[in-house]
């Protein structure tokens, strides 16, 4: 089903179009807008109320700024869904996430609006600062640079990287700050207190509409007139703030808080900005998930909810007459509980994914051992490395895609200190519709390369709880744990905590000729598989690895003496993955096989489901079957 647009959003084909409105028809077209997107996300899905937060800051963006030869960065991205039904992808938004549809995130490749790839955070300061600072290079003088970044984003030390550069240069760089006090789950910190207190501050916004006048007026007068009232401003922001200025401490031009649901005032509010040179920042306090009354009161619930009635609000759920299996990071939120009032050395930390990963299931039985660090991961990393100095157990869980931002904290502050911080991986594989930016794709080959780490990634519900547990046990050192995004197999999944090996993998049952390795969940595949091939009395060997560092090294001398044809499968990329561990061993101890590794290509896979993209690249249910087949020799069934 197609949504119709409204009236006038219907004649919109990019921001020149919006731009020939009067200044009257932008409420109409923010009412619009606003519709169009409760209406497509409703029966299409992906991520809501962001988008309706910032819908009267996308319209007077547009509005009033010159897109797409002024540059517009959005952090994250996943408020953008405005910007890309404004700038030419209105008749295109029911495809959005879905195979060979649009993106959930500004691409460059989909537009020439979409200046900057995105979909991690906080990196909409440093990339449009990039732009500003080419600009001046190109002597684009008249050509403006604006961030959109929200207040969760902006706790990241890549925010703050940026804003310390930027500050020390005279770029065009406007920064937004998206301010609703939330991040997917309520902001934490310290920068969260002080944009509160900017925001309460009484006497300050009596004062700021004044002072806004005044230099509205002076500024006309010459680059020396705006020197004296920046000085001016500063003093009295200064000294009507508990603090002084953050932002002007760091040579930005504050300016806000204003309302960022008035589209109107936003309109004169940038336009003005846009006579002011060097690096500002607009604060615009909004909601998240204005406009729909349940989004803006349970604001991490409609982050991102899935189907929805638009009209009475209900999420709608599949409604099972059988128990389901337990999604895998319900297992872990559960079993990390429940080892850590039995294990008083356990901590959780997490970046801003209390409820992605559930660790709020430790956070609200144990605020004092479950901590939420903000869109932090190498901070995360790091922190967790300090309290494993002092004897404690941190579980560092951190999805595999944002994993790759605390890389060197992994190498350097854990690893070669070989101290013991568990590091639970989720969303590791395809991540599904989220697309590029947020598989996690790469965890077993970057953090196998790492000495003193070990790498594994349990099969079901039960092995991830005894992974958990006996990555725990003292002794131990670096220790990641890989599971992906979605449900396991065993709808009884609290089965007593056991401890593994380290090392040591799992006959799933043995066969002839070949021999199918896996490693973590995409093992049930095989399962399915080897009961398909069984109907034609074809018996491959079926072994869950569970490690690819250390190997199971007994195991695979078995396996490579036994077989002569080994099938690797795993979720993650071959380049330097678990098939390519298992080639290692075969070259290093002179066996001869045929080898076929299963897994993600070297190409950069985009947004669809799961299974879809396990089909693309060839290792879902049929893909494996056939490479199976084919490595027997045996005609595909039809
Ligand atoms: C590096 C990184 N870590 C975590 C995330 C997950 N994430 C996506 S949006 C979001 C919250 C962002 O908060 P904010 O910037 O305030 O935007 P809002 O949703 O409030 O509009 C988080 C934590 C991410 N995209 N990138
Ligand atoms: C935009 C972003 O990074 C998050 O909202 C992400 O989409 C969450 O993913 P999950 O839905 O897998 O928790
Ligand atoms: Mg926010």
């Not at 404004?86 to 549809?101: E, P, Q, V, Y």
């Amino acid at each position: 089903m197609i949504i119709e647009p409204g009236e006038l959003l219907a004649k919109i084909d990019s921001p020149a179009d919006l731009r020939q409105l009067s200044e009257d028809q932008l409420l109409q077209v923010c009412q619009e807008l606003r519709q169009f997107i409760i209406d497509n996300v409703s029966i299409y899905g992906g991520h809501f109320g962001a988008s309706l937060g910032v819908v009267e800051l996308t319209v007077a963006l547009h509005y009033v700024f010159n897109t797409p030869y002024d540059q517009l960065v959005w952090d994250v991205g996943h408020q953008a869904y405005g910007h890309k039904i404004l700038t030419g992808r209105r008749d295109a938004f029911h495809t959005n996430r879905k195979l060979n549809g649009i993106s959930g995130f500004p691409k460059r490749k989909e537009s020439e609006y979409d200046t900057f790839g995105v979909g991690h955070s906080s990196t909409s300061i440093s990339a449009a600062l990039g732009m500003a600072v080419a600009s001046q290079y190109k002597q684009e003088l008249d050509r403006h640079h604006i961030a959109v970044i929200g207040d969760g984003s902006m706790t990241a030390g890549m925010a703050f990287e940026a804003l310390n550069h930027a500050g020390a240069t005279d770029a065009d760089l406007l920064v937004v700050l998206n301010d609703n006090c939330m991040s997917i789950d309520p902001n934490v910190g310290a920068l969260k207190e002080y944009l509160t207190d900017i925001t309460t501050s009484r006497t300050y916004n009596k004062v700021r509409d004044e002072i806004w006048n005044i230099l509205g007026k002076i500024s006309k007068f010459g680059p020396n007139a705006q020197q004296i009232a920046s000085k001016v401003e500063s003093g009295i922001k200064a000294t009507l703030l508990k603090q002084s200025n953050l932002f002007e401490s760091l040579k930005f031009r504050y300016f806000g808080p204003i309302d960022g649901h008035d589209v109107h005032h936003l309109a004169m509010v940038l336009n003005d900005l846009k006579k002011i040179p060097g690096p500002k920042i607009l604060h615009c306090v909004t909601v998240k998930g204005k406009g729909f009354a349940l989004a803006e009161k349970e604001q991490t619930k409609w982050h991102a909810p899935g189907l929805f009635d638009k009209v009475t609000g209900e999420i709608y759920k599949v409604h099972h007459t059988t128990p389901q299996p337990p999604k895998y990071q319900d297992v872990f939120g559960h079993t990390l509980l429940e080892m850590a009032e039995q294990n008083p050395k356990i901590f959780g930390v997490t970046p801003a994914m209390p409820s992605g990963s559930s660790m709020n299931i430790m956070m609200k039985a144990m605020p004092d051992r479950a901590l939420d660090v903000g869109i932090a991961e190498q901070h995360a990393v790091t922190f967790s490395a300090g309290l494993a100095t002092q004897g404690l157990v941190p579980f560092c869980n951190i999805y595999s895609s944002f994993m790759q931002r605390g890389y060197d904290q992994v190498v350097h502050d854990v690893c070669l200190q070989n101290l013991h911080v568990v590091f639970c991986l989720d969303r590791a594989g395809f991540a599904g519709a989220d697309g590029q930016t947020h598989h996690g794709s790469y965890d077993i080959a970057y953090m196998r390369c790492i000495p003193n780490m070990v790498v594994s990634s349990p099969m079901n519900e039960q092995e991830l709880r005894n992974l958990m547990f006996t990555a725990s046990q003292d002794g131990m050192g670096p220790f990641t744990i890989r599971y992906p995004r979605g449900e396991g197999v065993m709808p009884a999944w609290r089965t007593p905590l056991e401890l593994i090996e380290v090392g040591k993998g799992r006959t799933i049952q043995e066969g002839e000729e070949v021999a199918v390795l896996t490693i973590g969940h995409i093992g049930n595949y095989v399962v399915d598989v080897c009961k398909n091939l069984k109907l034609d009395g074809l018996r491959p060997g079926h072994f869950d690895m569970r490690f690819a560092k250390p190997l199971d090294e007994k195991l695979l001398h078995h396996i490579f003496q036994k077989y002569d044809k080994v099938l690797t499968v795993e979720d993650g990329c071959l380049q330097g993955g678990f098939g390519s561990a298992v080639l290692e061993f075969m070259a290093d101890h002179g066996y001869q096989a045929q080898v076929k590794r299963l897994g993600i290509p070297d190409v950069i896979v985009e947004h669809g489901s799961q299974l879809e993209l396990h089909r693309l690249c060839g290792f879902d249910p049929e893909g494996i079957e056939r490479a199976v087949r084919e490595m027997m020799d045996v005609a595909v069934r039809v």
